[in-house]
């Protein structure tokens, strides 16, 4: 059911691939809440995925850039907003890679220009982001900017390696440049800490679907779905949440509040069971 929570709204949504991906979720959910979008990202993401197919069903703007490029995002909110014949509203940030994950490096044997490289794409392309819609004066007060974080950002879980890292700058971003944009201009920054859920970038960290799985179990509610995340985002950008900002907002069914689920115990205790029968 549709709310026009979004109606008059206008937007940028980055890194949308294909129906796996949460931004593609996102980008759906805002043209049902009544949004207009500008869909981007890289040009060879786009040749890749299917965000093409999306682009012309929908029949909104796809302009290709990479988020490590200021010149790059330049253009793209120029553009954008020659399109919107305005300013933006809202920006999803869905944007996470890394090589040191893809190429199977250990995090005590990390390759450190990998390293650099999936700091640049994970977090520092967010703080780009930032800086150079505020320079251009590219979003109207009381909009909303919305990046995708994760709990390794503050616990460690196995094999998610130096993705962690970058989350945990990606959510300093959102608090540092949160205070300056709110204060100067009453833009919003906020990340959220979605449930591991299987993705494209996600389906490359090593035993991500034990991880997903771990998590299903020990979370009260399950799971959070990349389409129950898009919901969230709407929540994020519509003028319902107008004061929350800098926040890192967990979504992912209460798992970042527990220590040991009643199903975890059962499964521990039933591990020495084995043992003693040996």
Sequence with gaps: MAYNLLKGKKGIIFGALNEMSIAWQVAEK????????????????????????????????????????????????????????????????????????????????????????????????????LQTAKKLDAMNEWGSVVALSYVAAQRTMYEYNDMADAKAMLESIARSFGYIYGREKRIRVNTISQSPTMTTAGSGIKGFDSLVDFADRMSPLGNATAEECA?????????????????????????????????AMHQYNKSFENDDKK
């Design 231 to 263: 919901n969230y985002c709407i929540c994020l950008f519509s003028d319902l949440t107008r004061k929350i900002t800098m926040q890192n907002l967990y979504h992912d069914g209460g798992f970042s509040s527990m220590g040991m689920s009643y199903r």
């Design 30 to 129: 805002c043209i049902e809440e009544g949004a207009e979008i500008v869909l981007t990202n890289t040009p060879i993401s786009i040749r890749m995925g299917d965000i093409q197919e999306f682009a012309e069903k929908h029949q909104v703007p796809l302009i290709p850039a990479d988020a490590t490029n200021v010149e790059d995002l330049v253009r793209l909110f120029q553009e954008s907003m020659k399109h919107f014949g305005g300013k933006v509203d809202f920006i999803l940030h869905s944007v996470a890679m890394s090589l040191n994950v893809r190429k199977k490096r250990s995090y005590d044997d990390l390759d450190y220009d990998f390293l650099q490289k999936t700091l640049d794409i994970s977090a520092i392309s967010f703080h780009k982001v």
